[in-house]
């Protein structure tokens, strides 16, 4: 089990908004709201980041500090999205709640201990889990969604390259 923060989870997590925010910003409307990868769009991949950050990451890192050793409920994610009503609102609203959010996640963060970082839970599919691997977790997240958003927002581009696509 982790007992602490990754290297560079901390950054990562203070950085990832404007990193999200950058990515989206001056794109067209049609192109940051339709799915591209799979069945979500950019925007409902940030949705899907402010969400997290009160279901998942603030609430298993209060319920731990609370109640260490407690259960850990399984959050669905394509449910906690559609419940959040996030989904209909624009790009730019949502990137400012999950500024908001992601400042609040990290105000609760930097007052933990290293002590409170090894306090654990019992995740019901996983088993035993750390504060601090919960937020190497939502660091990883970040990472690969902000991959994920970049991918799809390049797409078109991707496909008009004729045949300078040999080059990748």
């Not at 402010?50 to 050793?69: F, N, T, Y």
């Not at 407690?70 to 999950?98: K, P, Q, T």
């Not at 995740?123 to 690969?144: C, K």
Request: charged share 25%; glycine share 10%.
């Amino acid at each position: 089990m982790a007992e602490r923060l990754a290297e560079g989870a901390r950054a990562r997590l203070g950085s990832t908004p404007s990193v999200v925010r950058a990515l989206l910003e001056g794109m067209p409307t049609e192109l940051v709201t339709t799915p591209l990868d799979g069945e979500w769009s950019a925007r409902d991949v940030v949705a899907h980041l402010a969400v997290g950050e009160s279901v998942v990451l603030r609430a298993r890192l209060v319920g731990m500090r609370a109640g260490p050793g407690g259960a850990i409920a399984n959050v669905d994610e394509e449910e906690a999205l559609e419940a959040s009503g996030f989904r209909g609102l624009a790009a730019g609203e949502l990137l400012d709640r999950f500024e908001r959010e992601r400042g609040e996640s990290l105000a609760l963060l930097d007052g933990f201990s290293a002590e409170e970082l090894a306090l654990s839970g019992e995740h019901e599919l996983v088993g035993s889990i750390t504060a601090a691997e919960m937020v190497n977790q939502i660091s990883f997240h970040d990472a690969v969604h902000v991959e994920q958003i970049a991918r799809m927002l390049a797409l078109p581009a991707e496909e008009a390259r004729g045949g300078l696509r040999e080059f990748s």
